[in-house]
């Protein structure tokens, strides 16, 4: 998941809604999400006893504290690239609307210029609020290939 600082007078909703990403990395840290589908890992999975787990997990924890590292680092790559696209978008949508409202203005003059400021200061904590969003990890499943 991306997480953001919501604020709802902004909308950040609007620009980047609940954002998944999956990484389905293995031990040498190559991601596999596109190769391993969710419901194609799902179909051949076998459920092991907690203590059996407890104990896969404990025997393995220093390559799987890697592997963890390694998935924030791919997540921190697919989040760069929809961030990118968050502030795209932020930028076309405010920015045709600012031109649109100042174009107005020369020929109108009941468009106030506290109104272009408001979207101007919109689009500035909007760009503040997408730089500081940053991928955590919402879910981590260990699967033993045996």
Request: cysteine-free; charged content about 25%; glycine content about 2%.
């Given at each position: 998941?991306?997480?953001?600082?919501?604020?709802?007078?902004?909308?950040?909703?609007?620009?980047?809604?609940?954002?998944?990403?999956r990484v389905v990395a293995?031990?040498?840290?190559?991601?596999?999400?596109?190769?391993?589908?969710?419901?194609?890992?799902?179909?051949?999975?076998?459920?092991?006893?907690?203590?059996?787990a407890a104990h896969i997990?404990?025997?393995?924890?220093?390559?799987?504290?890697?592997?963890v590292a390694v998935a924030?680092?791919?997540?921190?790559?697919?989040?760069?690239?929809?961030?990118?696209?968050?502030?795209?978008?932020?930028?076309?949508?405010?920015?045709?609307?600012?031109?649109?409202?100042?174009?107005?203005?020369?020929?109108?003059?009941?468009?106030?210029?506290?109104?272009?400021?408001?979207?101007?200061?919109?689009?500035?904590?909007?760009?503040?609020?997408?730089?500081?969003?940053?991928?955590?990890?919402?879910?981590?499943?260990?699967?033993?290939?045996?």
């Open positions: 998941m991306i997480s953001l600082s919501v604020s709802d007078t902004v909308q950040t909703l609007r620009y980047l809604p609940p954002t998944t990403i293995d031990q040498q840290g190559r991601d596999h999400a596109s190769l391993l589908p969710h419901e194609l890992i799902g179909q051949g999975l076998e459920a092991v006893p907690p203590e059996t997990v404990r025997s393995e924890e220093a390559t799987l504290r890697t592997l924030e680092e791919l997540a921190a790559t697919q989040a760069s690239t929809i961030l990118k696209g968050a502030h795209t978008q932020t930028r076309d949508n405010l920015s045709t609307e600012i031109n649109r409202l100042k174009a107005l203005r020369r020929v109108n003059p009941n468009i106030r210029e506290d109104e272009i400021e408001h979207l101007e200061s919109h689009w500035q904590i909007l760009s503040r609020v997408l730089d500081t969003a940053k991928p955590r990890p919402d879910a981590i499943r260990v699967i033993v290939d045996t």
